[in-house]
Every structure is written in C-alpha cells, then in structure tokens.
C-alpha cells in the first residue's frame, strides 16, 4: 500500500514537472504570431492594437507617426512580417529587442524635411515699378527677414517648405 501510494505521488510530481517546463515554451510561440485586421486604420492604431493583443511594447517619438493616412491592413504571421507590411513605404524602421520594438525615422526622408532654400526676389513700387530700396523683407510670424539692397532685390534663406512672405 505504501508502495502504491509513492508511486502515484511520483507520477503526480512528475507530470507537474513536465508541465511546467513545456509551459513557457507554448507562451513563448503564441507571443509572436500576431494579427492585424483593420480598415482605415492610421499606423499608430496598429501599434496600439499589437500593443493591446501581444507582450510586445512600441517606443518611438510621436511626431515621426504625425500622419493620420489612414491604410487597409490584413496582417497575419511574425512579428517581423507584420511589422515589414505595415511601415512598407512609410520610410519607418523598427529594431525588435525581447518583447521592445523600438520605430525610428530613416535618415534619407529626415534630411530633405530640414533641406535648406533660399528664396529671391525683388520689392518694386506699385505705382511706377522702380525698385524700393531699403524695404523690410520676412518670413511671417518668425524673425527670418532680409532688407531689399540698392535695387530693391532681397535673399532669405529657410528650412522646410511653406510659408508666406511679408514686406513691412
């Protein structure tokens, strides 16, 4: 009898073991099968919702996600794919580290948001069309501005594009 019931006792420890060690190994696999199914959606909605139905957690600057273009997605696999559908042409890359994904901007699209221009031209009077000589020249609401030279001609340098001119 005392046989008997040491060897159910064995077995019963035994399966918990085993259980126990083959439980992190199925959380394991369903953390990186992920879906995303959505219609109009913008790209920060898709995070949110990988965030909300996985381990995963998204680090990135808000503004390099500022467009609201919403996208149809219809994603399913690994993380890697899904991720690879989603940010396809919106010059996003991501890095996975563990359960982090971390989104950064590549640098080619950066560099021609902060292109430098510089715009030309010339103040004349409307009534006779000569050149007005020391006319105040500037990029509205900032402090960007240029005085026009002996023919009226002015040269202001700025980032980005848009923006209105104003003559004071």
């Known amino acids: ?44 909605q898709a995070i949110q919702l990988i965030e909300k139905n996985s381990d995963y957690t998204f680090f990135y600057n808000a503004a390099d996600l500022g467009s609201n273009t919403k996208h149809n997605f ?19 890359s991501y890095l996975i580290k563990g359960n982090e994904v971390i989104l950064k901007v590549n640098k080619t699209e950066s560099t021609q948001q902060t292109k430098k221009r510089t715009i030309t031209g010339t103040v004349t009077a409307s009534d006779n069309n000569e050149p007005v000589i020391g006319a105040s020249v500037w990029l509205k609401n900032s402090s960007i501005g240029a005085i026009t030279d002996i023919d009226g001609k002015y040269s202001i340098t700025v980032e980005g594009i848009g923006g209105v001119l104003e003559r004071g």
């Not at 219809?74 to 996003?92: A, P, Y």
């Open 74 to 92: 219809n994603s399913k696999g690994k993380i890697e794919d899904v991720l690879t559908e989603i940010f396809n042409g919106n010059g996003i």
């Open 1 to 44: 009898m005392k046989k008997n019931t040491l060897s159910v006792v064995l077995r019963y420890f035994l399966s918990i073991t085993l259980a126990l060690l083959f439980y992190p190994m199925t959380t394991l696999g369903a953390q990186k099968h992920i879906t995303v199914k959505g219609e109009a959606m913008t790209i920060k």
